[in-house]
């Protein structure tokens, strides 16, 4: 079945620096949705990108879905303590009911 | 829009005890899900509805859990018995057909067997 995975497992950040997480699947995505936990919360949906290449803004975060719509990437500069939490990646299951979730990827933030 | 809801927010339980979570989708939702997070397995998918009727129930660890939606507005988890691994948080999350649309979550019930 379709997998979504996602590297890295966590993401040590030192404040005012940028950091990415990567999402790959195993085959072609009609779309991928990117969701954010925070500790002790519950997945917040971000975004969804639809297009081959497309490149969406939120304020400091950049999501970008690949050329051949397998992969995507969630890019933020200058991070802040605010962007701790976990970073989800989701792309469609085996039907269009459900979502496959990646592990996530785990934000800490040195201050 | 008062959101998904689940109840209770906390559950403390001893083994062997009946556990039932709730949850009320998102009214005009048609699609249900619960998923159950920990650290060791992350976030999985349990079973999901779609217009109250189950889809898919292939993420039911065992026969020890079972799971309704007899309306549109209500579902329930149940585990009975319950046992230590089953402590986890389960979150319920609807969404609005056609596709995979957006999931909104539920804050989640945090379940404690002991």
């Known amino acids: 079945g379709q997998q979504v995975m996602q590297i890295p497992q966590y993401q040590h950040v030192q404040e005012g620096e940028d950091f990415t997480t990567y999402c790959n699947s195993s085959?072609?995505?009609?779309?991928i949705q990117w969701y954010k936990q925070r500790p002790g919360g519950h997945p917040v949906f971000l975004i969804q990108?639809?297009?081959?290449?497309e490149v969406k803004k939120q304020k400091r975060l950049t999501f970008q879905f690949g050329e051949a719509k397998k992969n995507s990437s969630l890019h933020i500069t200058a991070t802040q303590t605010t962007d701790v939490g976990t970073y989800f990646c989701?792309?469609?299951?085996?039907?269009?009911?459900?979502?496959?979730f990646g592990a996530g990827t785990t934000v800490t933030v040195r201050a | 829009d008062a959101g998904v809801i689940q109840s209770p927010r906390h559950e403390v339980t001893e083994m062997g005890q009946e556990v039932t979570l709730r949850c009320k989708p998102i009214?005009?939702?048609?699609?249900l899900f619960w998923y159950r997070q920990t650290m060791m397995r992350g976030l999985e998918l349990l079973i999901y509805?779609?217009?109250?009727?189950?889809?898919?129930d292939s993420g039911m660890p065992e026969d020890r859990f079972s799971a309704k939606m007899p309306n549109a507005s209500f579902s329930t988890l149940k585990i009975q018995p319950s046992e230590p691994r089953d402590s986890a948080v389960y979150f319920c999350?609807?969404?609005?057909?056609?596709?995979?649309?957006?999931?909104?979550f539920g804050p989640g019930t945090r379940l404690t067997v002991l």
């Open positions: 989701a792309g469609p299951g085996s039907n269009d009911y459900k979502l496959s």
């Open positions: 999350a609807s969404s609005s057909p056609p596709g995979t649309d957006t999931q909104y």
């Open positions: 990108l639809v297009k081959s290449g």
């Open positions: 009214s005009g939702h048609n699609s």
């Open positions: 509805f779609n217009n109250n009727v189950p889809i898919d």
């Open positions: 085959t072609t995505l009609s779309n």
